[in-house]
Nanobody
Framework: QVQLVESGGGLVQAGGSLRLSCAAS????????TGWFRQAPGKEREFVAAISRSGGRTRYADSVKGRFTISRDIAKNTVDLQMNSLKPEDTAVYYC????????????????WGQGTQVTVSS
């Protein structure tokens, strides 16, 4: 069992930045592919970004490409999502999820999910 905790959400004006962190209790991300997802009110959950267990592979949704950056912080044992140039349409609950992988692949079916952190972008 992997417990994930997201942090860093909050209220920010359009054009601002936030940095989300995903921490895994008692685990290291070196064995897991990690993804960030979001769900806005009344909408389905959608993919935002993913990173392989080494950090060498990343992928982004088109809607956030060039504005968001996913990365691993080995010292803190977190996977972070740096969000710049935020827009009101980025408002959502953001979730991180992990998948145990045997090689350095991006996730395809995430096994464990966090509880989410709210991001609100005002116009």
């Amino acid at each position: 069992q992997v417990q994930l905790v997201e942090s860093g959400g909050g209220l920010v004006q359009a054009g601002g930045s936030l940095r989300l962190s995903c921490a895994a209790s008692g685990r290291t991300f070196s064995r897991y592919a990690t993804g960030w997802f979001r769900q806005a009110p009344g909408k389905e959950r959608e993919f935002v970004a993913a990173i392989s267990r080494s950090g060498g592979r990343t992928r982004y949704a088109d809607s956030v490409k060039g504005r968001f950056t996913i990365s691993r912080d080995i010292a803190k044992n977190t996977v972070d999502l740096q969000m710049n140039s935020l827009k009101p349409e980025d408002t959502a609950v953001y979730y991180c999820a992990v998948e145990l992988t045997t090689w350095d692949a991006l996730g395809t079916g995430y096994d464990y999910w966090g509880q989410g952190t709210q991001v609100t972008v005002s116009s």
